[in-house]
């Protein structure tokens, strides 16, 4: 098996060939946080979070992303990283109402722990206190706007998990919303098979099980590892 | 040199050519102004004064003085007559006759003209668009028979790469480097993409270009498809450019008509077609992997590059991606050789630059100049300055992705390097002149505004860094903003900058980050004074 | 050692994070030695005094008596501290924002719920009049530490105040964040 040797933070990594920077950082106990991307459903690059600065070029590129090259010198914890995950996160808070204290995932948020780790202690930005919708029209399950970061990992997961694609994006920008069919209220799409891997996928409170109250709702990723360990590597372990 | 049946054509053409012509400016900006009632109107008067085998009234691409329009000219008595109406326009057929007339006119001397260098828009406001009979008579289609019959695609590769042209798209990437890469990618199939979603603001390079003359974008991406071994073209056009929608599907019809287009072209064993795209308006559709992602069908929103198209781009297929302006330049190329273009223009940048000239200049229009041309010459002397002879404070280019470059820095050339060294980019070409009536503030506001309506909402720099970015250029805007303000602001350009996944928002805050590199003054202006502030 | 004037003011929340800081129990005691409370929802003190060393701030900005105190807070406070999530973030304060301006959350609540038929509440001197938008409280004036949390926990109260003190008792000192 091929392996390429790289620098991450002054340690010598070595990966797999194909491994991306994200995962032979995380091999070796490096964190670099990240929203959007999940294991078992193809990354898009698009929270980043993950950038990292790669020696003698002047691009940021997201490591979840990013290809292990021999000789590779990367640094994940720079100043100018951190100060940078701090503003997007930040960013995040403003534009929607993510009000912790009514959340159903509250304590178990990846938002929240995000916040804490990147060492945010209020958002400097105005906050801009969108209408959000709230659809509990599904008979398990519900979708509340305000606490959607729009990672699309519910997107992916339907698409290439379950394969139903019930999910998607409408409108663009700030203005954007995950949707259910072609914009129906989740309980009248028919694609839906109520499977739930949106819910476990999700990194906050978007979406959620029904009768969940103020920190009730924990996800369960290992549901969704089963079921691609099972469909890549043929071994059922729970 | 021309295949026979071509010749035929081009002798035929020729042979019925009379003595005089009027040339009535069909493209979009002289439509809009009621060219199409002037051309019916010379088209009667001709026939009325029995005329019609010696005056041939036809329509034709853009002119370059879009402000004045409608143009008629005249030929061969070489006068262009300027805000021509259906009821003036038999005047203009009685001066044919020889009759003194009192008609407005421009001076075809003025450097609005004499300074231009025209390539790309060789043929623009001289052919009919709708005919490609005109275009082969202008040496069209040439360049393609000369290619596939007598070069091999590495020649053409060469000859691209040699001639130094770059992308006129805005980020100036060596064409003939991108060629080669999608060349020697090995694929069963590949795709040339001609990307027509030309969306900033005051800019209209590439509708003029697909108005007044599509062959020539087509003979171009026809040569790159035969250099990089390419069989399928596809023209990404914006669904609010309607007329050269139907002008492209005119000649792409006529193309396959001749053979020019489709199966063995030319009797070789090259086969090319092309079809069209319509775009439905999305901004970010003009970045490459986003307008890629529209062709397939799917939401319009970039990825990460690499993999570039060049290696995985349209249904994971290598594909060569160039703006329209860039392919006009191709056939030329390959006509007069490398050298000829290559001589041209500047070090670096080689060839010609099309720009739209807008905002507080006289002469609105388009130009073509060589690469190098200070800006200066450009909206001062072509673009007789501001209308009402005030100051010219600075110089918008590259719309949304560019920067506002200040009266003191206009003596800078129009090249890559140099505009990208003061904070501008040379973007796809439109030129906004403003004065001191313009606050940059609010110049910067308004193409923040853009960009945050435009963001596709991937990535969260953009699609919520624009955000904060307009609401603290608001609040500055509305004098309710201190210095800390400011800082934000710089800082959330910065990331927004270096952050962002695609072209759409690494560039957003180029507006905000040149405004207040020269024109600092504009926002501290609107800072409350120290004593006003309350708390 | 001359004791540090300390102050707590109670805007636009529901004073759990008050009740928070009463959890902390006999480090209050500790507390005392330090500071002396010179303004609090929790001591009858009618005007907001003057020289002010630290002063928590419960609550978001949502009323004109919100806003008209916490001006007179940060014109005489040394540190202002945003005390909680309603100071830090809105938190359920500004929930009420989303739903548009004050003139239609009244409308809402008082004439179109079912079970109340109004009338509006209007008694200007008496009843605060609602601020169109809750804010922050750093988003009206300069707030120079932030606790969060919904309440914070006593143990954090606990840390950040000993800092507070330290930092307050050294003027050079800059104030931790």
């Known amino acids: ?238 | 040199m021309i295949t026979s049946p071509l010749n035929e054509v081009v002798e035929k053409e020729t042979a019925a050519a009379k003595p005089k012509c009027l040339r009535c400016c069909v493209a979009a900006g002289c439509l809009s102004s009621g060219s199409l009632a002037v051309k019916q109107s010379l088209q009667a008067s001709v026939t009325e004064a029995g005329l019609q085998d010696e005056v041939h009234v036809k329509g034709v691409g853009c002119m370059g003085l879009c402000s004045q329009g409608p143009l008629v000219q005249a030929d061969p008595d070489k006068v262009l007559y300027t805000g021509v109406t259906a009821e003036s326009a038999p005047t203009i057929v009685s001066a044919l006759q020889g009759a003194k007339v009192d008609l407005p006119t421009t001076d075809l001397n003025h450097p609005f003209f004499t300074l231009q260098r025209p390539i790309v828009l060789e043929n623009s406001g001289r052919i009919d668009p709708e005919r490609i009979e005109e275009y082969l008579v202008a040496n069209g289609y040439q360049a393609l028979y000369a290619a596939v019959r007598d070069m091999t695609p590495k020649d053409v590769v060469d000859a691209i790469t040699s001639s130094g042209l770059r992308g006129r798209g805005g980020a100036g990437y060596p064409t003939g480097l991108k060629w080669a890469l999608v060349a020697k990618t090995p694929s069963h199939q590949k795709y040339i993409v001609c990307n027509a979603d030309e969306g900033d603001p005051g800019a209209f390079m590439d509708r003029s270009v697909l108005e007044s003359d599509p062959h020539r974008v087509l003979e171009g991406m026809a040569l790159a498809g035969y250099a990089v071994g390419a069989t399928q073209g596809f023209i990404y056009v914006r669904g609010e450019y309607p007329l050269a929608i139907s002008r492209l599907q005119t000649a792409i019809k006529q193309a396959r008509r001749l053979g020019v287009l489709g199966s063995q072209i030319f009797e070789s064993g090259f086969d090319f077609k092309i079809d069209l795209r319509i775009g439905a308006g999305a901004f970010v559709c003009g970045e490459e992997t986003a307008l890629m992602a529209s062709i397939e069908g799917k939401r319009g929103i970039p990825r990460v590059r690499p993999p570039y198209p060049a290696e995985s781009g349209l249904w994971g297929q290598p594909t060569l991606i160039n703006n329209v302006e860039t392919f006009a330049n191709v056939a030329p190329i390959i006509r007069n050789g490398p050298d000829w273009f290559s001589s041209i223009g500047t070090g670096k940048s080689k060839g010609t630059k099309v720009f739209a000239l807008a905002g507080k200049i006289t002469n609105t229009g388009l130009i073509e100049v060589p690469m190098g041309t200070p800006l200066s010459t450009i909206v001062e002397v072509m673009g007789g300055g501001t209308p009402d002879g005030s100051a010219i404070k600075a110089v918008q280019t590259g719309g949304p992705s560019g920067g506002c470059i200040p009266a003191h820095k206009l003596d800078t050339p129009v090249d890559y390097e140099s505009l990208a060294s003061i904070g501008s980019i040379m973007g796809s070409g439109g030129m906004i002149v403003m004065d001191a009536d313009n606050n940059m503030v609010d110049v910067a506001r308004y193409f923040m505004e853009f960009c945050m309506e435009e963001s596709c909402g991937k990535c969260i720099p953009c699609r919520a860094g624009t955000v904060q970015i307009h609401r603290i250029l608001t609040k500055i805007h509305e004098g309710k903003a201190g210095q800390e303000d400011i800082e934000t602001l710089e800082q959330l350009c910065e990331m927004v900058k270096s952050a962002s996944l695609c072209g759409l928002g690494q560039s957003a805050p180029n507006p905000v980050l040149s405004t207040l590199r020269y024109f600092r003054e504009d926002y501290t202006a609107l800072l409350p004074k120290a004593s006003e502030v309350t708390v | 050692m001359d004791r540090l004037r300390f102050a707590s003011v109670w805007l636009g929340g529901c004073s759990g994070c008050h009740m928070s800081f009463l959890d902390l129990d006999e480090w209050l005691i500790d507390l005392a030695e330090q500071v002396e409370l010179v303004y609090s929802p929790v001591a009858d003190i009618k005007e907001f005094p003057k020289n002010v060393d630290i002063c928590l701030v419960e609550g978001a900005v949502a009323n004109e008596d919100h806003l008209e105190l916490i001006k007179q807070v940060r014109e005489n406070s040394r540190i202002v501290v945003s005390f909680g999530d309603c100071a830090v973030t809105g938190n359920v304060t500004a929930m009420r924002n989303p739903l548009g301006s004050s003139k239609s959350i009244l409308q809402y609540v008082y004439l179109e719920t079912p079970g109340i038929q109004g009338p509006l509440p209007c008694e200007p001197g008496i009843v605060p009049v609602l601020l169109d938008r809750v804010s922050p409280v750093h988003e009206i004036v300069h707030v120079d530490a932030y606790l969060f949390g919904c309440p914070p926990y006593p143990s954090v109260i606990r840390e950040k105040l000993t800092e507070l003190v330290a930092a307050a008792r050294n003027e050079s000192a800059p104030v931790a964040n």
């Open chain 1, 1 to 238: 098996m091929a392996v390429k040797t790289l620098t991450i933070d002054g340690t010598l990594v070595t990966a797999q060939a194909e491994s991306t920077v994200f995962d032979a950082a995380h091999e070796a106990g490096i964190f670099i946080p990240s929203l959007c991307r999940l294991e078992g459903v193809t990354t898009t690059g698009s929270c980043r979070l993950c950038l990292v600065e790669i020696e003698g070029s002047n691009r940021l590129m997201p490591s979840c992303i990013l290809k292990v090259d021999e000789g590779m010198q990367v640094r994940t914890d720079t100043p100018r990283l951190r100060e940078y995950r701090k503003m997007i996160v930040e960013l995040l808070f403003a534009e929607r109402n993510h009000t912790c204290a009514v959340c159903v995932a509250n304590h178990n948020c990846e938002l929240q722990d995000l916040a804490k780790s990147v060492g945010i202690d209020h958002v400097r930005y105005e906050y801009t206190f969108p209408k959000a919708e709230v659809d509990i029209t599904h008979e398990r399950f519900g979708v509340d706007h305000n606490r959607c970061v729009l990672c699309t990992r519910c997107v992916r997961v339907c698409d290439e998990v379950e394969g139903a694609h019930t999910w998607d994006i409408s409108g663009r920008g700030t203005n954007s919303r995950v949707i259910t069919d072609m914009n129906q209220p989740w309980g009248d799409a028919q694609s839906c098979t109520s499977c739930g891997k949106c819910v476990q996928a999700c990194p906050t409170g978007a979406l959620f099980k029904q009768g969940s109250t103020v920190a009730e709702m924990q996800k369960d990723r290992t549901q969704l590892e089963f079921i691609v360990t099972a469909r890549e590597k043929k071994q059922w372990i729970g």
